[in-house]
């Protein structure tokens, strides 16, 4: 069946504009993550989404960042006043969202580069 | 504070031998551990959970430990092949916390 699958897959952008990235995760799953993948780093938690509700918002980096997510399904990230220092690749996951022990799916990422 | 370290950026392994990798924690209580496999420009593909009550967790050629007195876990790939090349990530969530927390990596490659 289909992954997850995000896009634009690269987006490049001026320093100052806002930027929108999309998740679209495994139909069904409940669960939804964003994550943070800076050049030689490890994965950065964002957010995370039970259903349309984000119980845990606390990785934002700042209040330029927000997410939300609609119909229990698609989620879209928001990055206002783009700066450079938020070049990265933007990951998203799913999980079914059953059991806090349930595998996270990953999507291919969105690589945003800020100039 | 809260730290998740993996032993090394890179290693290299001749092919056919045991690949070990380590993943160090400090001031986490982790209900489990995950080992994620990433290839080049793709997202983490899941490979094993160990919960903090079990030792050892085997699959294929794959077997990962969990010491919980240490505060260490240990993936090990053996007969490594080239195609195992890749980088490992350990992710750990703590007791009641939804949050995963992943390490920085190891970027492994299987020399032929």
């Known amino acids: 069946g289909a992954g997850v699958s995000q896009s634009p897959s690269n987006k490049v952008t001026e320093k100052g504009k806002d930027v929108e990235l999309r998740c679209d995760p495994i139909?069904?799953?409940?669960?939804l993550y964003w994550y943070r993948q800076s050049l030689g780093q490890g994965l950065e938690f964002l957010i995370y989404?039970?259903?349309?509700?984000?119980?845990?918002k606390s990785g934002l980096p700042s209040d330029r960042f927000s997410a939300e997510r609609t119909g229990g399904s698609v989620s879209t990230l928001t990055i206002q006043r783009t700066q450079q220092e938020d070049s990265a690749v933007y990951l998203c996951?799913?999980?079914?969202?059953?059991?806090?022990?349930?595998?996270?799916?990953f999507g291919p990422g969105t690589r945003l580069t800020v100039l | 504070s809260q730290k998740i370290e993996q032993n090394s950026e890179a290693l290299n392994i001749q092919e056919g031998k045991t690949a070990t990798l380590t993943c160090n924690y400090t001031?986490?209580?982790?209900?489990?551990l995950q080992w994620y496999r990433q290839d080049p420009g793709r997202g983490p593909v899941f490979l094993l959970l160990?919960?903090?009550?079990?030792k050892e967790k085997r699959k294929e050629r794959l077997k990962v430990t969990f010491d919980t007195t240490l505060k260490q876990s240990l993936f090990h790939i053996t007969a490594s092949q080239p195609a195992d090349s890749a980088t490992y990530l350990c992710?750990?969530?703590?007791?009641?916390?939804?949050?995963?927390?992943f390490g920085t990596g190891t970027r492994l490659t299987i020399i032929p």
């Open positions: 996951a799913s999980s079914p969202g059953e059991d806090s022990t349930d595998t996270q799916y």
């Open positions: 989404f039970q259903g349309n509700s984000a119980p845990d």
């Open positions: 001031n986490y209580s982790p209900a489990y």
């Open positions: 139909s069904g799953h409940t669960a």
């Open positions: 160990i919960r903090e009550n079990e």
């Open positions: 992710a750990l969530e703590n007791f009641g916390n939804e949050k995963l927390t």
